[in-house]
């Protein structure tokens, strides 16, 4: 018999809609009937992709006796913390603060009004590995919560204290200065892994941010070995088991530090930033190898994860017919069946061997650089592409006759939003109208179904939008409409940009705190009001806002925008110094700041010349890149425009910086000159060189 979970849309809350735990959702009913039977919510905390939130369902929630004990003591509340991160932030802080650590599935005990007072994220059926199950933790935390009341709330009004600092005033220090970047560089890169790429040990997380953080630095002081760390750390992902050789895109993160065994879930947004990433690599490097695997995860962003009306899917699990990765590798013997006469060569170059690398099987990686790899699979240049390719293609129509790994449809804006950016950005760069329309028709649907008078909504599926939208989603999707106005030229995009912004402004802004804060001020009343300045598996919502606002105030010379967002960044100044890998995409924003966005403008008619300017923009890395053109509208709404014609009746383009330009360019080779030169413009010529660049 279904619980009150099946009358919900969200894939995570319906994987649990038959459980014999009775279940709410987060709500009025689930809320008043804690207070009105004086019962302790449990509350957990997890998302459709979660290889362990999947394990402890099987183990705790679909076993009879727990749910026997789960629904005679407790108000049980189930939530998707990708629809509700207001509560996972909320939540994950106190967990953090009980254990010293977080993550998913998040198991958390409350008061009848929503306090905290214990809690954890996995616990095990029985007592194993320093962990107690978590049959014993209901029983003692009903004992707690009937006999030792006082002590209960004792501990609930402890952890409240660490949500005050969330509605304290922010202060400007006025201490970011280029001096802080370049300290900030210096941290990251002793912590840097040289033989594995990325930073720490395992488990390994991308750190997209801190890498396109590291690939301004390069640009903007030449400090070598910032490249080197980005084009190692990208390179050792893509040839590492975290990214799918045969179907194309990113796993969430790898176990072990080398990057081989993935925890097998691809999550949109790890995509929607890694993509982005090998853009501009590429733009800097022209990598072949980068470029095609940044091309493949949009090619299976395309045909895997976006819905017949455009928009684009959160997640695949990590399991599939109850084991975590099944789908995705093989064994020596399948491989020589499907393969034939090209699989000694194949397997050699993807490391294949009998024994495999995962309980038994083999994880598909590529152990070393193209031409180790292709002396030891004995066939050389072309014929080897023409062969890895050919098994690519037999190994995905054999693959997709398994069963495949669930999928959440659920459409997040926030993401959608990251995604569309990564997706414009490879259209331009590598010229693909494919690519192109994609984005055009992603940024349409989510300016027709999930923004509403310039308010974003969260979530939608099958038909329905749901949630009112928090500070990311505004300033995301707002971000992903800039880019589709920079590969279609049509100001719609930067008007619909605008809009948002003014409503993300109206309704997160706090003049009084003087921060945004993750919520709008109409939302529900929680314990707290969230405002978490830290990059997570997305950049924050604060970081995004920054962004959009600094780029909306050089296309517009919008002194407001950039006041507010300017304001921002000197109040996190000494956590940027301090915590810098929590803070990689801010760092981006006060790369913009500190040293300036380069606005690049083409105007002219449509032409074979002025195609040939606007490749040359596209295939070129501009760190803080503004890019405006002449589109359909005869009076452009858009300042950047304003005062900037053709010379001679020629397609031109300007390179400015602060809205002062360089001399007009007609001819590529005058472009490209000015390009190159602009991002170090205006950096000090007699200041020593980092001797990391010697």
């Not at 995509?271 to 800097?284: F, I, Y």
Request: hydrophobic share 40%; with cysteine; net charge negative.
């Amino acid at each position: 018999m279904s619980n009150r979970l099946a009358n919900e849309t969200s894939p995570y809350l319906l994987q649990h809609a038959d459980n014999p735990v009775d279940w709410y959702a987060w709500g009025p009913e689930a809320l008043e009937t804690a207070k009105r039977e004086d019962k302790p919510i449990l509350l957990s905390i997890g998302y459709a992709a979660c290889h362990w939130c999947h394990v402890m369902a099987h183990e705790s929630f679909e076993d009879e006796d727990t749910a026997r004990l789960m629904n005679a003591n407790f108000i049980n509340i189930k939530v998707d913390r990708e629809e509700r991160p207001d509560i996972d932030g909320i939540y994950m802080q106190a967990v953090q603060a009980m254990t010293g650590q977080g993550g998913w599935p998040m198991t958390m005990f409350l008061l009848p009004d929503g306090s905290p007072f214990y809690g954890g994220t996995y616990f095990p059926p029985d007592d194993k590995h320093g962990l107690p199950s978590f049959r014993t933790v209901l029983q003692s935390v009903t004992e707690a919560y009937a006999k030792r009341r006082e002590g209960v709330d004792k501990s609930a009004q402890q952890l409240r204290q660490i949500y005050e600092s969330n509605l304290a005033q922010t202060r400007s220090s006025g201490v970011l200065t280029r001096d802080t970047l370049q300290a900030v560089y210096k941290s990251l890169a002793q912590r840097y892994d040289a033989q594995n790429g990325g930073f720490g040990t395992a488990p390994k997380f991308p750190a997209t941010m801190v890498l396109d953080f590291l690939l301004r630095h390069w640009k903007r002081t030449g400090t070598k070995e910032a490249l080197e760390i980005v084009v190692n750390s990208f390179r050792k992902m893509a040839r590492g088991g975290i990214y799918d050789q045969i179907g194309g895109g990113f796993a969430r993160y790898s176990v072990d530090a080398s990057w081989l065994v993935p925890h097998f879930e691809k999550m949109l947004y790890d995509n929607a930033l890694l993509t982005r990433l090998g853009v501009h690599l590429w733009q800097e490097t022209k990598d072949e190898e980068i470029r095609r695997v940044t091309i493949e995860t949009v090619e299976w962003l395309a045909r895997e994860m976006t819905s017949p009306e455009t928009g684009f899917y959160s997640s695949l699990d990590a399991d599939s017919e109850g084991h975590e990765g099944k789908f995705y590798v093989w064994s020596e013997g399948e491989l020589d069946s499907l393969l034939g006469a090209d699989s000694p060569a194949f397997k050699a170059y993807y490391g294949v061997t009998r024994g495999g690398n995962f309980e038994g099987k083999n994880i598909l990686f590529v152990p070393s650089d193209r031409a180790a790899a292709a002396a030891r699979a004995g066939v050389d240049g072309g014929p080897l592409d023409v062969l890895l390719a050919r098994g690519r293609k037999i190994l995905y129509d054999a693959r997709a006759l398994r069963v495949w790994p669930g999928r959440d449809e659920k459409i997040l804006a926030s993401w959608n939003g990251l995604m569309l950016r990564g997706v414009a950005a490879a259209a331009r760069a590598f010229s693909r109208p494919d690519f192109a329309e994609l984005a055009v028709r992603n940024a349409g649907f989510l300016a027709d179904k999930m923004v509403r008078n310039g308010r974003v909504m969260r979530s939608h599926k099958k038909g329905v939008t749901r949630i009112n939208g928090f500070l990311d989603d505004h300033a995301a999707v707002a971000l992903g409409f800039l880019a589709v106005y920079e590969i279609t030229f049509d100001e719609i995009w930067v008007r619909r940009a605008r809009e948002i912004a003014d409503a993300m402004i109206e309704w997160f802004w706090d003049d009084e705190v003087g921060a945004f804060f993750d919520t709008a001020r109409d939302a529900e009343e929680l314990i707290t009001r969230p405002r978490d300045v830290t990059d997570n598996a997305i950049p924050s919502g604060t970081s995004l806002a920054v962004e959009l606002l600094l780029h909306l105030a050089e296309l517009q010379e919008d002194s407001e925008y950039r006041r507010r967002a300017v304001f921002c960044l000197e109040t996190l100044a000494e956590p940027m110094l301090r915590f810098p890998t929590a803070f990689g995409h801010l760092l981006g924003a006060a790369d913009m700041e500190l040293y300036g966005a380069i606005e690049v403008v083409l105007v002219g008619e449509s032409s074979l010349d002025y195609w040939t300017l606007e490749r040359t923009v596209a295939e070129r890395y501009v760190p803080s890149l503004v890019l405006a053109g002449e589109g359909r509208d005869s009076r452009s709404m858009i300042k950047l425009l304003e005062n900037r014609l053709p010379v001679d009746g020629k397609p031109t383009v300007y390179v400015c910086r602060g809205y002062v330009c360089d001399k007009p360019a007609t001819k590529p080779d005058e472009l490209v000159d000015q390009l190159e030169k602009a991002p170090r413009a205006g950096i000090n010529a007699n200041q020593a060189p980092d001797e990391s660049n010697e």
